[in-house]
C-alpha cells in the first residue's frame, strides 16, 4: 500500500514541475510534508539555487500547537523572508500533495505575509 501511495506521489509530482519554474523574481515555493514536520522553499530554478528556507522542526515553542498551526506559521516565516528579500510573487509547487490542511495552512499563512500567487 504504502509504496503504491509513494509511487502515486511521485508520478503527480513530476507532472506538476513539468509546468512549473521559478525564477529569480517568480521563484517556486515547493513545499515538502513529512509525518511531523514540514518544509518549504523559495527555489530559483534558472540559477540552481534556494533564496530561503524555513521549516517546522527548528521553531519549537512552549506551548503545543497542532501541525496545521506550525504550517501556517512556516508559511507565515517563508513569505516575511521573502518580502524582506523582495520578493512579492510566487509559483506554489505543492510537492504531489493535496491542497488541503497542513499544505493550504502554509499557503495562507505566505500570502498573509505578503506573498501572491
Same mark, same amino acid.
Given at each position: 500500500? %504504502?509504496?503504491?501511495?509513494?509511487?502515486?506521489?511521485?508520478?503527480?509530482?513530476?507532472?506538476?514541475?513539468?509546468?512549473?519554474? =521559478?525564477? %529569480? =523574481?517568480?521563484?517556486?515555493?515547493?513545499?515538502?510534508?513529512?509525518?511531523?514536520?514540514?518544509?518549504?522553499?523559495?527555489?530559483?530554478?534558472?540559477?540552481?539555487?534556494?533564496?530561503?528556507?524555513?521549516?517546522?522542526?527548528?521553531? %519549537?515553542? =512552549?506551548?503545543?500547537?497542532?501541525?496545521?498551526?506550525?504550517?501556517?506559521?512556516?508559511?507565515?516565516?517563508?513569505?516575511?523572508?521573502?518580502?524582506?528579500? #523582495?520578493?512579492?510573487?510566487?509559483?506554489?509547487?505543492?510537492? =504531489?500533495?493535496?491542497?488541503?490542511?497542513?499544505?493550504?495552512?502554509?499557503?495562507?499563512?505566505?500570502?498573509?505575509? #505578503?506573498?501572491?500567487?
Amino acid at each position: 500500500m %504504502e509504496a503504491l501511495k509513494s509511487k502515486r506521489r511521485k508520478t503527480i509530482r513530476r507532472r506538476i514541475r513539468k509546468r512549473l519554474t =521559478g525564477s %529569480e =523574481g517568480c521563484p517556486r515555493l515547493s513545499v515538502f510534508r513529512s509525518n511531523k514536520q514540514i518544509y518549504a522553499q523559495l527555489i530559483d530554478d534558472v540559477n540552481g539555487r534556494t533564496i530561503a528556507a524555513a521549516s517546522s522542526a527548528g521553531q %519549537e515553542s =512552549g506551548e503545543k500547537i497542532n501541525k496545521t498551526e506550525q504550517a501556517g506559521q512556516v508559511g507565515k516565516t517563508l513569505g516575511e523572508m521573502a518580502v524582506q528579500a #523582495g520578493i512579492s510573487k510566487v509559483v506554489f509547487d505543492r510537492g =504531489g500533495y493535496l491542497y488541503h490542511g497542513r499544505v493550504k495552512a502554509l499557503a495562507d499563512g505566505a500570502r498573509k505575509a #505578503g506573498l501572491k500567487f
